[in-house]
């Protein structure tokens, strides 16, 4: 075979390839011989701020304690994509290219850093750190990302200035944070709060209660490894007119709930999701809004309404904030305020409880998930003509976000819908489908995935009995079960918003 032809092509490609490192070195001159106070005061600063990552992480801080849902998620996939950033950078890229780094002589002595890199030249790690953190915040909450692209500019910009890089090699590192943090979310989709059309919350009046006359809280003071203790002293502090009731072991949950409800004109609840389960049912068979206080582990339905603090909670009891949120029934008898499952987590739960007080919740906790997928027992249920083989079948109170595997927060709670999330795990080669389809951020478009969003679901186990775990808590055993929204039923206390 004649490769002549090609020996034009190559020596072409070379001598791009010269011209543009004749290129990124004369650039890197004509910057370090520019003779600027500015530079010289600035530029070193912001380098040394950069190390280590030092600035990106007291950033992540600051967003993680002052910024609003997408921006706290935004800095936690930042600081996520950072750190792979930094791994594959140091411990791969640079030792791929080798490239020395640039003659520091020709820059002013004020603006070298004390110590000279040492390491290869290419690509730039404080630029590609840059890079995946700004992306990483900027695909939860672009305007934040669009704020930190501009700095992560100039940090890049400080690198060539102080004489640790070519500008070639800060587009490289930019170009490979940005590339990693990408394809993070095609792994990890970021949330993406979709903009239902859908009528305005339906509030209702209610009188102000500046010292908590008229309502009685429930609150379980074990409960969240001893939140409820904490959320009692604030509640009592708070709200001094208030009637405080205590959950003790061996109570039933339910009639001290109905009892307290027959008395009060507003039922408040400190407890886990379980237990404001129970509570909203007492609500609404009483006729009394509810209030709930963060006083659990999760605090899944707390959150979701707005009442993620104590204060919170206080604030709208005291203001009589109060809107309706839905519901959903369970063969016309049992409340879902949040989740209800088979498959893989009701067996994780179990696996836990079993455990959990003799080595203690997160040991508990971590062999129960070794448990659960090393054992994994499908279940096949039939629902709408069809029957399938699931290990994962999650049923949502309003529909989550975002879509795929792991559905984690709701925008609203009144959309009148249920959130149906099946993997169908009975096909051939199912988990390694479903593997694979994680990996590249396709699960929401495989044949293998079903999501649907109705406002009633019913299905039955095919093999008898399966476990249902609702609101985090494992239930009672089912073969059919039937599920139906009770649209805007449940008048809560939450915050406007």
């Given at each position: 075979?004649?490769?002549?032809?090609?020996?034009?092509?190559?020596?072409?490609?070379?001598?791009?390839?010269?011209?543009?490192?004749?290129?990124?070195?004369?650039?890197?001159?004509?910057?370090?011989?520019?003779?600027?106070?500015?530079?010289?005061?600035?530029?070193?600063?912001?380098?040394?701020?950069?190390?280590?990552?030092?600035?990106?992480?007291?950033?992540?801080?600051?967003?993680?304690?002052?910024?609003?849902?997408?921006?706290?998620r935004g800095a936690m996939r930042g600081v996520l994509t950072l750190g792979v950033t930094s791994l594959v950078t140091n411990q791969?890229?640079?030792?791929?290219?080798?490239?020395?780094?640039?003659?520091?002589?020709?820059?002013?002595?004020?603006?070298?850093?004390?110590?000279?890199?040492?390491?290869?030249?290419?690509?730039?790690?404080?630029?590609?750190?840059?890079?995946?953190?700004?992306?990483?915040?900027?695909?939860?909450?672009?305007?934040?990302?669009?704020?930190?692209?501009?700095?992560?500019?100039?940090?890049?910009?400080?690198?060539?200035?102080?004489?640790?890089?070519?500008?070639?090699?800060?587009?490289?590192?930019?170009?490979?944070?940005?590339?990693?943090?990408?394809?993070?979310?095609?792994?990890?989709?970021?949330?993406?709060?979709?903009?239902?059309?859908?009528?305005?919350?339906?509030?209702?009046?209610?009188?102000?209660?500046?010292?908590?006359?008229?309502?009685?809280?429930?609150?379980?003071?074990?409960?969240?490894?001893?939140?409820?203790?904490?959320?009692?002293?604030?509640?009592?502090?708070?709200?001094?007119?208030?009637?405080?009731?205590?959950?003790?072991?061996?109570?039933?949950?339910?009639?001290?709930?109905?009892?307290?409800?027959r008395r009060a004109e507003v039922l408040a609840v400190g407890g886990g999701d379980g237990t404001v389960a129970v509570a909203a049912?007492?609500?609404?068979?009483?006729?009394?809004?509810?209030?709930?206080?963060?006083?659990?582990?999760?605090?899944?339905?707390?959150?979701?309404?707005?009442?993620?603090?104590?204060?919170?909670?206080?604030?709208?009891?005291?203001?009589?904030?109060?809107?309706?949120?839905?519901?959903?029934?369970?063969?016309?008898?049992?409340?879902?305020?949040?989740?209800?499952?088979?498959?893989?987590?009701?067996?994780?739960?179990?696996?836990?409880?079993?455990?959990?007080?003799?080595?203690?919740?997160?040991?508990?906790?971590?062999?129960?998930?070794?448990?659960?997928?090393?054992?994994?027992?499908?279940?096949?249920?039939?629902?709408?003509?069809?029957?399938?083989?699931?290990?994962?079948?999650?049923?949502?109170?309003?529909?989550?976000?975002?879509?795929?595997?792991?559905?984690?927060?709701?925008?609203?709670?009144?959309?009148?819908?249920?959130?149906?999330?099946?993997?169908?795990?009975?096909?051939?080669?199912?988990?390694?489908?479903?593997?694979?389809?994680?990996?590249?951020?396709?699960?929401?478009?495989?044949?293998?995935?079903?999501?649907?969003?109705?406002?009633?679901?019913?299905?039955?186990?095919?093999?008898?009995?399966?476990?249902?775990?609702?609101?985090?808590?494992?239930?009672?055993?089912?073969?059919?079960?039937?599920?139906?929204?009770?649209?805007?039923?449940?008048?809560?206390?939450?915050?406007?918003?």
């Open positions: 075979m004649d490769l002549l032809p090609f020996r034009p092509r190559r020596r072409g490609i070379r001598q791009i390839g010269q011209g543009l490192g004749t290129l990124d070195r004369e650039v890197f001159e004509a910057v370090a011989e520019s003779p600027s106070p500015l530079i010289d005061a600035v530029m070193p600063r912001l380098t040394r701020a950069a190390d280590h990552s030092k600035l990106w992480f007291a950033i992540a801080a600051g967003l993680a304690a002052f910024g609003n849902p997408s921006v706290k791969g890229a640079k030792r791929v290219w080798r490239r020395e780094r640039p003659n520091r002589i020709l820059v002013p002595l004020a603006r070298q850093t004390r110590r000279a890199p040492t390491s290869n030249s290419l690509p730039s790690g404080h630029s590609a750190s840059a890079a995946a953190f700004a992306v990483g915040v900027g695909l939860e909450n672009a305007p934040t990302g669009l704020g930190l692209a501009l700095l992560a500019g100039l940090v890049g910009m400080s690198r060539v200035a102080v004489g640790a890089h070519y500008p070639g090699d800060v587009l490289a590192g930019f170009g490979l944070g940005a590339g990693i943090a990408v394809l993070g979310a095609r792994v990890v989709p970021p949330i993406v709060e979709e903009r239902l059309p859908g009528a305005a919350p339906l509030r209702q009046d209610a009188p102000e209660r500046p010292r908590g006359a008229g309502v009685t809280v429930v609150v379980n003071p074990a409960s969240g490894s001893g939140t409820g203790a904490r959320v009692l002293d604030e509640v009592r502090e708070a709200l001094p007119d208030a009637e405080i009731v205590e959950l003790g072991e061996d109570d039933d949950v339910a009639e001290v709930f109905r009892s307290a409800a049912s007492i609500a609404l068979e009483e006729d009394v809004p509810l209030a709930v206080l963060p006083a659990g582990t999760f605090n899944h339905f707390a959150k979701d309404i707005g009442c993620d603090t104590t204060a919170k909670t206080v604030a709208a009891i005291q203001q009589g904030t109060v809107s309706c949120v839905d519901v959903v029934c369970l063969n016309e008898k049992q409340m879902v305020v949040n989740t209800a499952s088979i498959g893989a987590y009701p067996q994780f739960v179990q696996t836990r409880e079993k455990l959990e007080h003799r080595i203690g919740k997160p040991l508990a906790g971590i062999y129960a998930m070794f448990h659960t997928l090393r054992r994994d027992q499908p279940v096949r249920i039939s629902y709408d003509n069809q029957t399938l083989q699931t290990s994962l079948f999650f049923l949502g109170n309003s529909i989550y976000l975002p879509s795929g595997f792991a559905p984690s927060r709701r925008t609203r709670m009144d959309d009148g819908l249920i959130d149906i999330r099946i993997l169908d795990t009975g096909r051939p080669l199912a988990k390694l489908r479903i593997i694979a389809a994680l990996m590249f951020g396709r699960l929401t478009r495989s044949p293998l995935y079903r999501e649907l969003r109705v406002p009633e679901f019913s299905f039955r186990s095919v093999d008898g009995p399966t476990v249902l775990a609702l609101d985090g808590e494992v239930g009672t055993e089912v073969t059919e079960a039937s599920f139906s929204v009770r649209y805007r039923a449940l008048p809560v206390f939450r915050p406007e918003p």
